[in-house]
């Protein structure tokens, strides 16, 4: 019903069922409130007459009821009105009616009064509405009922006044009121539709714009806040998709270039068989180079697409890592580097499928063996540290700069790049390795100063070998 109205529109009829509540409600509060002050006057003004009542003739001498009866017209004489009282005995029995209630017709039926209480009681005659306060006294030695009545046409009439100032003022409050509320919205809500005039003007070409922020320190600067800062990471991601996308087909164009290349020249003219040969060695390595590396864009991009690349079994971290260390022996004794290991007896099982878990261990070690030189070491760490496992890579090449460190795990991105290209790399290697960690559940860092090498710290949650959760 209300998705269609603005939230300025909202926020007034909040408001106003909300005023219109606590007013109503404030009204009646006030006009009983009067009433009760009223008739509260009204009592007490009953209970000194009957005071004073008491007083006149407990200094006269009323032995009977007939000597009370006396005293009692006297009384009324000399009251204005003739005076507003009568006086029964304790059975009941009617001793004197003044005039003032004669005249208007008043019961003389004695009031059901009990002893030490005050009675109280409204007769709503239309010609003489009033309000009666009846108590037992006790005067000579008997119990009487003093009864006085007061007249309810003025206060009857203040409350009615009050209650057609209420019936008028209240709307006319409740409405200022809406009317405030609605323009206090309309320029505490201002704000929104410049941040909606702002974003409407960003696309993907204008990426670098931001929203305007408020001077005031409220909701919605906070809000342009967090919005601006989105936009910041939008702009990042833009950035990194697109030199991706550049660095992707400059990668993909340069193998299929040579294999083009290699084609067309065993095309050109007949060649020898040698020949022949030579160029498709050159295709099929090409190719081989080409498939790794869709590969592992497809993996990347699986994974930015938050898909499970993990086969979700346990994998002994351990075993992995001896099988990768007894791969890349001879390649690092080709390139006369001396490997170090110390892995435990110890399984550490990580929630990981085997191939990834080789792969990534393969990468670190592979990283290290291309960028040490000849005589350098290669360090390979297991060991248990904090309640998880730490796996260390750690070389005494060439090492990377702290400008260069930030960048280590971007995609294409190498340190050495004519070296990498040379021996195959394809620049997504650190970027698959960080994607195996972060979907392990674990953390991976690196720690390198030039000229002494590299070491690459990975860390994650493991289980023993009978299930138990470290």
Same mark, same amino acid.
């Given at each position: 019903?209300?998705?269609?109205?603005?939230?300025?529109?909202?926020?007034?009829?909040?408001?106003?069922?909300?005023?219109?509540?606590?007013?109503?409600?404030?009204?009646?509060?006030?006009?009983?409130?009067?009433?009760?002050?009223?008739?509260?006057?009204?009592?007490?003004?009953?209970?000194?007459?009957?005071?004073?009542?008491? %007083?006149?003739?407990?200094?006269?001498?009323?032995? @009977? $009821? /007939?000597?009370? +009866?006396? =005293? !009692?017209? &006297?009384?009324?004489?000399?009251?204005?009105?003739?005076?507003?009282?009568?006086?029964?005995?304790?059975?009941?029995?009617?001793?004197?009616?003044?005039?003032?209630?004669?005249?208007?017709?008043?019961?003389?039926?004695?009031?059901?009064?009990?002893?030490?209480?005050?009675?109280?009681?409204?007769?709503?005659?239309?010609?003489?509405?009033?309000?009666?306060?009846?108590?037992?006294?006790?005067?000579?030695?008997?119990?009487?009922?003093?009864?006085?009545?007061?007249?309810?046409?003025?206060?009857?009439?203040?409350?009615?006044?009050?209650?057609?100032?209420?019936?008028?003022?209240?709307?006319?409050?409740?409405?200022?009121?809406?009317?405030?509320?609605?323009?206090?919205?309309?320029?505490?809500?201002?704000?929104?539709?410049?941040?909606?005039?702002?974003?409407?003007?960003? %696309?993907?070409?204008?990426?670098?714009?931001?929203? @305007? $922020? /408020?001077?005031? +320190?409220? =909701? !919605?600067? &906070?809000?342009?806040?967090?919005?601006?800062?989105?936009?910041?990471?939008?702009?990042?991601?833009?950035?990194?998709?697109?030199?991706?996308?550049?660095?992707?087909?400059?990668?993909?164009?340069?193998?299929?270039?040579?294999?083009?290349?290699?084609?067309?020249?065993?095309?050109?003219?007949?060649?020898?068989?040698?020949?022949?040969?030579?160029?498709?060695?050159?295709?099929?390595?090409?190719?081989?180079?080409?498939?790794?590396?869709?590969?592992?864009?497809?993996?990347?991009?699986?994974?930015?697409?938050?898909?499970?690349?993990?086969?979700?079994?346990?994998?002994?971290?351990?075993?992995?890592?001896?099988?990768?260390?007894?791969?890349?022996?001879?390649?690092?004794?080709?390139?006369?580097?001396?490997?170090?290991?110390?892995?435990?007896?110890?399984?550490?099982?990580?929630?990981?499928?085997?191939?990834?878990?080789?792969?990534? $261990?393969?990468?670190?070690?592979?990283?290290?063996?291309?960028?040490?030189?000849?005589?350098?070491?290669?360090?390979?760490?297991?060991?248990?540290?904090?309640?998880?496992?730490?796996?260390?890579?750690?070389?005494?090449?060439?090492?990377?700069?702290?400008?260069?460190?930030?960048?280590?795990?971007?995609?294409?991105?190498?340190?050495?790049?004519?070296?990498?290209?040379?021996?195959?790399?394809?620049?997504?290697?650190?970027?698959?390795?960080?994607?195996?960690?972060?979907?392990?559940?674990?953390?991976?860092?690196?720690?390198?100063?030039?000229?002494?090498?590299?070491?690459?710290?990975?860390?994650?949650?493991?289980?023993?070998?009978?299930?138990?959760?470290?």
């Amino acid at each position: 019903m209300f998705q269609n109205v603005s939230i300025r529109f909202r926020l007034t009829g909040w408001y106003l069922f909300s005023v219109t509540l606590i007013f109503t409600i404030m009204a009646l509060i006030s006009w009983w409130a009067m009433r009760a002050s009223l008739y509260g006057s009204i009592d007490n003004e009953l209970d000194r007459r009957n005071v004073n009542l008491y %007083n006149g003739l407990a200094a006269a001498t009323v032995p @009977s $009821v /007939p000597d009370m +009866r006396k =005293e !009692l017209e &006297r009384t009324a004489t000399n009251t204005w009105g003739g005076g507003l009282f009568q006086v029964f005995t304790e059975d009941g029995v009617l001793v004197f009616q003044s005039a003032g209630l004669a005249q208007h017709s008043i019961s003389t039926q004695a009031p059901h009064v009990k002893p030490g209480e005050r009675w109280r009681q409204n007769i709503g005659s239309p010609a003489w509405p009033a309000r009666l306060g009846a108590q037992i006294v006790t005067l000579g030695g008997k119990n009487w009922i003093f009864e006085q009545g007061e007249p309810l046409e003025l206060a009857q009439a203040s409350l009615h006044s009050f209650a057609r100032l209420l019936i008028l003022s209240v709307p006319l409050l409740i409405g200022l009121g809406t009317m405030a509320s609605y323009a206090i919205s309309r320029r505490a809500l201002a704000p929104v539709d410049w941040i909606i005039h702002d974003a409407r003007s960003i %696309n993907t070409r204008s990426l670098s714009e931001r929203l @305007s $922020v /408020p001077k005031s +320190r409220d =909701e !919605l600067r &906070r809000l342009t806040e967090t919005l601006n800062s989105m936009l910041d990471r939008i702009e990042s991601s833009m950035r990194q998709i697109r030199q991706f996308t550049a660095d992707a087909s400059h990668e993909l164009r340069s193998p299929i270039t040579l294999i083009r290349a290699a084609a067309e020249y065993s095309l050109n003219r007949a060649r020898t068989n040698e020949e022949l040969l030579e160029a498709m060695g050159r295709i099929s390595r090409e190719s081989e180079h080409t498939t790794q590396l869709i590969n592992d864009l497809l993996l990347l991009a699986r994974a930015d697409a938050q898909a499970d690349v993990l086969v979700r079994t346990t994998t002994d971290l351990c075993s992995a890592v001896s099988d990768v260390l007894e791969r890349t022996m001879p390649l690092a004794q080709n390139r006369q580097l001396k490997m170090r290991s110390e892995i435990p007896a110890l399984p550490f099982l990580i929630e990981s499928g085997p191939d990834l878990v080789e792969r990534l $261990v393969f990468i670190l070690v592979d990283n290290a063996l291309k960028y040490t030189l000849p005589g350098g070491e290669v360090e390979v760490k297991v060991a248990e540290a904090g309640g998880s496992v730490v796996l260390e890579v750690s070389d005494t090449g060439v090492g990377i700069s702290v400008e260069d460190l930030p960048r280590i795990f971007d995609r294409f991105w190498r340190a050495d790049k004519v070296r990498s290209r040379k021996e195959g790399g394809t620049g997504l290697g650190l970027s698959i390795a960080e994607k195996i960690v972060e979907q392990s559940g674990g953390t991976i860092r690196v720690e390198s100063e030039v000229g002494r090498g590299s070491r690459f710290i990975v860390t994650m949650p493991y289980s023993r070998k009978d299930g138990q959760t470290v």
